[in-house]
């Protein structure tokens, strides 16, 4: 079955980074490509961003465009997403999100979340 | 980006009751349309895709219907196990977006 598994997730200072991790398993992970959706205290869903199957393409949301970036490693079955500059709009439960298919833009399969909480 | 607004925001409704919730996107997006529902303090699952195609395991009371810019999720014989938050998404094209939610309560 499909295992999605975030680490990486905790309390920072505002300006700083943090890097979130997605361990896949489960599937064919180089099949598909994967996302990460966020999703503030109380309230709704907001997607972050895209890698493709292969790692070649590569989308943001407009609110972390140039402060994160999205990468996955194929032999680790690993998705990862590097924040920078981090600012309290920021906190919010991240999701490591399977796409259906290579780039289908919708999701069948969601990890448990990883928190990231930014305050000083 | 296309924005998706659902309405209600909030509705209350009785066991067995039929509900209906709109999902008008900013732009025609064709059958790009998926909805969630996300139960309390449980992930996001994916209920219909394709405006109107029940995803595996979806129970046969949820149906979804529309294209264009408008779309439903109609609930028909709501049961308590569907307290939820329901989200509709566009992923005609990126960023793929969502809804703002429609939470579901019983009476």
């Known amino acids: 079955q499909v295992n999605l598994v975030e680490s990486g997730g905790g309390v920072v200072q505002p300006g700083r980074s943090l890097r979130l991790s997605c361990a896949a398993s489960g599937f064919t992970f180089s099949r598909f490509g994967m996302h990460w959706v966020r999703q503030a205290p109380g309230k709704g869903l907001e997607w972050v961003a895209f890698v493709s199957y292969d790692g070649s393409n590569k989308y943001y949301g407009e609110s972390v465009e140039g402060r994160f970036t999205i990468s996955r490693d194929s032999p680790k079955n690993t998705v990862h997403l590097q924040m920078h500059n981090l600012t309290p709009d920021d906190t919010a439960t991240y999701y490591c999100?399977?796409?259906?298919?290579?780039?289908?833009?919708?999701?069948?399969?969601w990890g448990q979340g990883s928190l990231v909480f930014v305050s000083s | 980006d296309i924005q998706m607004t659902q309405s209600p925001s909030s509705l209350s409704a009785s066991s067995g009751d039929r509900v209906t919730i709109t999902c008008r996107a900013s732009q025609g997006i064709g059958n790009s349309v998926a909805w969630y529902q996300q139960k309390p303090g449980q992930i996001p699952k994916l209920l219909i895709f394709?405006?109107?195609t029940l995803h595996s395991g979806v129970p046969s009371r949820f149906r979804g219907s529309g294209s264009g810019s408008e779309f439903t999720l109609t609930i028909s014989g709501l049961q308590p196990e569907d307290v939820a938050t329901y989200y509709c998404q566009n992923y005609n094209s990126a960023p793929p977006t969502f809804g703002q939610g429609t939470k579901v309560e019983i009476k």
């Open positions: 999100v399977r796409d259906i298919a290579a780039a289908g833009f919708y999701f069948d399969h």
């Open positions: 394709g405006a109107s």
